[in-house]
């Protein structure tokens, strides 16, 4: 069936005016923009996408089955979307505005983007980019009045919500024409301060600054220099572009004996910034992209991205990032995520200052999904089968050796614990949270430590590491089952992974230990029981079978845990 240019324009506009009618009937607009002053409207893009017959308007792109990829896969060509559909189209998205741009519905800048299939491909068009004026003037006294009084002056904690849309609105250029690439990063950096006593807040806050460099970066400024390829599953690839040069040149340093005295004012200075966000703050699968920002602007030529490069972002003073002396060498680069140990002097001492080193940067913030490229004559590793044979484990295995060390290792655990920071130098099978070697080698050593394994186990995530069942069976061949083991046990078994497969039966023969094993499922929901007891006897449908032909207490005990299992 042939489609007319008249067809494929009243389809398109049937679909426009069903968006817009939709949104007439919701009811929750002025509730929406009441959060907050810093949100003008809540749609501020619609993407038409003509495809005959099942053409849609939606403020996201559907990214539906692209049938039109091929040549001459449309009957429109490039020349009549843009002199005959497109001003249609406009004339008519225009009038809606007129309608409704006064109203929660629609956000100061309003964007009508369109793909069309054409005898020459997918075209992607922006069809209309319209602002209102009278809303934009609104909007940045909001934003001048807020930065004032709640960031500058401010002394309290401020709302994630709010900076989520500051954090965008300070790199529009619609709103801010000229970049103020210093006052932004001290404005990032005066939130961050305000919410430092709030964790999960701040992280919040810290996520909202990097999605807003991110977009900035990678839609506003590296398209200036770079020919960007992107992909819905891969991580963008850049082109430099022939005779691609920073527009303006680099600050000067204030003090050419103190690097760390450089003031950042310049746009590359705001991307490396945005680097070192994702490389601190951001989870270990995030890296690849801030080393790739600091990448690019090397490329370009900035001397500054060079220096932090090799030497670290600059957050770190000197003396903080470099410990040298006649017992051991530490330096740190947090823009890698390394600390390189040399250890000249095998004896506790070396590695006591190289633990204090290493302490000092995690408090500083130095990121927590870092590896250790470590010097030494000496190769522990710990009697775990499983774990990686990397420089990190290396390291740890090496200081365990030394008992005067273990209470400076249980510091350094707490310290590095966090759910979702791995090493870098582990992955898949071998995966392991920070902390990792340090907490397995002091709870093999001592009860005293059993805390620190609860305190470990609690922050575990079970689903992108299954070390702690290489622990866990090590942990039950050294304790077994005792009346100070039996609760620690079975706090490890909690976040044990369904593969681990714990030898302990012939212990349990013993009712007095299986009795042990009952009382700690005191408390415990039915799934946690399940979970705790799969690892010990599989399904619980075997544990019911041993209890029917158990006799006596021993009956008594297994049925209990069936019971608890809620079975």
């Given at each position: 069936m042939t489609i007319t240019i008249s067809e494929a324009i009243e389809e398109m506009v049937a679909e426009i005016h069903i968006w817009f009618d939709e949104q007439a009937k919701r009811t929750d607009l002025d509730s929406i923009v009441q959060r907050t002053t810093l949100q003008m409207g809540i749609f501020n893009d619609i993407l038409l996408d003509y495809r005959p017959g099942r053409t849609t308007v939606d403020s996201a792109d559907l990214d539906l089955d692209d049938s039109f990829t091929s040549k001459n896969a449309g009957?429109?060509?490039?020349?009549?979307?843009?002199?005959?559909?497109?001003?249609?189209?406009?004339?008519?998205?225009?009038?809606k505005l007129e309608q409704w741009a006064h109203t929660p519905l629609i956000d100061y800048h309003f964007t009508f983007r369109g793909k069309f299939p054409?005898?020459?491909?997918?075209?992607?068009?922006?069809?209309?980019?319209?602002?209102?004026?009278?809303?934009?003037?609104?909007?940045?006294?909001?934003?001048?009045?807020?930065?004032?009084?709640?960031?500058?002056?401010?002394?309290?904690?401020?709302?994630?919500?709010?900076?989520f849309f500051l954090t965008r609105h300070l790199l529009d250029v619609n709103l801010f024409p000229v970049l103020d690439v210093a006052r932004t990063i001290a404005i990032f950096n005066r939130i961050q301060e305000l919410n430092k006593s709030r964790p999960e807040a701040l992280a919040e806050h810290r996520r909202n600054m990097i999605h807003a460099l991110t977009d900035w970066a990678e839609n506003q400024f590296l398209p200036q220099y770079y020919d960007i390829q992107t992909s819905t599953y891969r991580a963008n690839e850049y082109t430099l572009k022939p005779g691609a040069v920073l527009e303006q040149q680099e600050t000067q340093h204030l003090d050419e004996e103190n690097e760390n005295q450089e003031q950042p004012s310049q746009p590359i200075d705001l991307l490396l910034y945005g680097a070192v966000m994702i490389l601190r703050y951001e989870p270990s699968y995030s890296k690849p992209r801030g080393l790739t920002f600091m990448e690019l602007a090397v490329q370009l030529g900035s001397k500054r991205a060079v220096r932090m490069m090799d030497e670290g972002s600059g957050t770190f003073a000197k003396e903080e990032i470099v410990v040298k002396n006649k017992q051991v060498e530490c330096k740190a680069n947090d823009v890698y995520s390394l600390v390189t140990i040399h250890i000249r002097q095998e004896e506790a001492s070396a590695y006591e200052q190289a633990l204090t080193f290493i302490i000092h940067l995690l408090e500083r913030g130095f990121p927590k999904h870092y590896k250790i490229k470590l010097k030494s004559s000496d190769k522990q590793y710990l009697p775990i089968k499983g774990l990686a044979k990397s420089d990190t484990h290396r390291f740890f295995a090496n200081a365990l050796q030394y008992a005067e060390l273990h209470p400076l290792l249980e510091q350094y655990a707490r310290k590095a614990i966090e759910q979702f920071e791995f090493y870098a130098d582990t992955e898949g099978?071998?995966?392991?949270?920070?902390?990792?070697?340090?907490?397995?080698?002091?709870?093999?050593?001592?009860?005293?430590?059993?805390?620190?394994?609860?305190?470990?186990?609690?922050?575990?995530?079970?689903?992108?590491?299954?070390?702690?069942?290489k622990f866990i069976t090590m942990f039950a061949e050294k304790y077994g089952v005792t009346t100070h083991s039996a609760p620690i046990l079975v706090h490890c078994l909690r976040r044990a992974t369904d593969r681990l497969k714990l030898k302990i039966l012939p212990e349990l023969e013993s009712e007095d230990k299986l009795a042990l094993l009952a009382q700690?499922?005191?408390?415990?929901?039915?799934?946690?029981?399940?979970?705790?007891?799969?690892?010990?006897?599989g399904k619980v449908e075997k544990l019911a079978t041993l209890a029917r032909k158990a006799d006596g207490r021993r009956k008594e005990l297994l049925l209990e845990l069936l019971q608890a299992a809620g079975k």
């Amino acid at each position: 069936m042939t489609i007319t240019i008249s067809e494929a324009i009243e389809e398109m506009v049937a679909e426009i005016h069903i968006w817009f009618d939709e949104q007439a009937k919701r009811t929750d607009l002025d509730s929406i923009v009441q959060r907050t002053t810093l949100q003008m409207g809540i749609f501020n893009d619609i993407l038409l996408d003509y495809r005959p017959g099942r053409t849609t308007v939606d403020s996201a792109d559907l990214d539906l089955d692209d049938s039109f990829t091929s040549k001459n896969a449309g009957f429109l060509t490039p020349e009549e979307v843009r002199t005959v559909i497109q001003p249609q189209l406009v004339e008519v998205v225009k009038g809606k505005l007129e309608q409704w741009a006064h109203t929660p519905l629609i956000d100061y800048h309003f964007t009508f983007r369109g793909k069309f299939p054409t005898t020459e491909g997918k075209l992607h068009l922006t069809l209309l980019d319209y602002v209102h004026e009278e809303k934009r003037q609104q909007l940045l006294e909001r934003v001048h009045s807020y930065v004032d009084e709640k960031v500058e002056k401010g002394t309290y904690p401020t709302k994630p919500l709010q900076s989520f849309f500051l954090t965008r609105h300070l790199l529009d250029v619609n709103l801010f024409p000229v970049l103020d690439v210093a006052r932004t990063i001290a404005i990032f950096n005066r939130i961050q301060e305000l919410n430092k006593s709030r964790p999960e807040a701040l992280a919040e806050h810290r996520r909202n600054m990097i999605h807003a460099l991110t977009d900035w970066a990678e839609n506003q400024f590296l398209p200036q220099y770079y020919d960007i390829q992107t992909s819905t599953y891969r991580a963008n690839e850049y082109t430099l572009k022939p005779g691609a040069v920073l527009e303006q040149q680099e600050t000067q340093h204030l003090d050419e004996e103190n690097e760390n005295q450089e003031q950042p004012s310049q746009p590359i200075d705001l991307l490396l910034y945005g680097a070192v966000m994702i490389l601190r703050y951001e989870p270990s699968y995030s890296k690849p992209r801030g080393l790739t920002f600091m990448e690019l602007a090397v490329q370009l030529g900035s001397k500054r991205a060079v220096r932090m490069m090799d030497e670290g972002s600059g957050t770190f003073a000197k003396e903080e990032i470099v410990v040298k002396n006649k017992q051991v060498e530490c330096k740190a680069n947090d823009v890698y995520s390394l600390v390189t140990i040399h250890i000249r002097q095998e004896e506790a001492s070396a590695y006591e200052q190289a633990l204090t080193f290493i302490i000092h940067l995690l408090e500083r913030g130095f990121p927590k999904h870092y590896k250790i490229k470590l010097k030494s004559s000496d190769k522990q590793y710990l009697p775990i089968k499983g774990l990686a044979k990397s420089d990190t484990h290396r390291f740890f295995a090496n200081a365990l050796q030394y008992a005067e060390l273990h209470p400076l290792l249980e510091q350094y655990a707490r310290k590095a614990i966090e759910q979702f920071e791995f090493y870098a130098d582990t992955e898949g099978e071998m995966n392991c949270m920070t902390g990792s070697y340090a907490t397995f080698g002091l709870g093999l050593t001592d009860e005293q430590y059993f805390p620190l394994v609860v305190h470990y186990m609690d922050h575990v995530d079970d689903e992108h590491q299954l070390v702690q069942d290489k622990f866990i069976t090590m942990f039950a061949e050294k304790y077994g089952v005792t009346t100070h083991s039996a609760p620690i046990l079975v706090h490890c078994l909690r976040r044990a992974t369904d593969r681990l497969k714990l030898k302990i039966l012939p212990e349990l023969e013993s009712e007095d230990k299986l009795a042990l094993l009952a009382q700690q499922m005191n408390g415990l929901q039915p799934y946690e029981v399940e979970h705790v007891l799969y690892p010990i006897w599989g399904k619980v449908e075997k544990l019911a079978t041993l209890a029917r032909k158990a006799d006596g207490r021993r009956k008594e005990l297994l049925l209990e845990l069936l019971q608890a299992a809620g079975k």
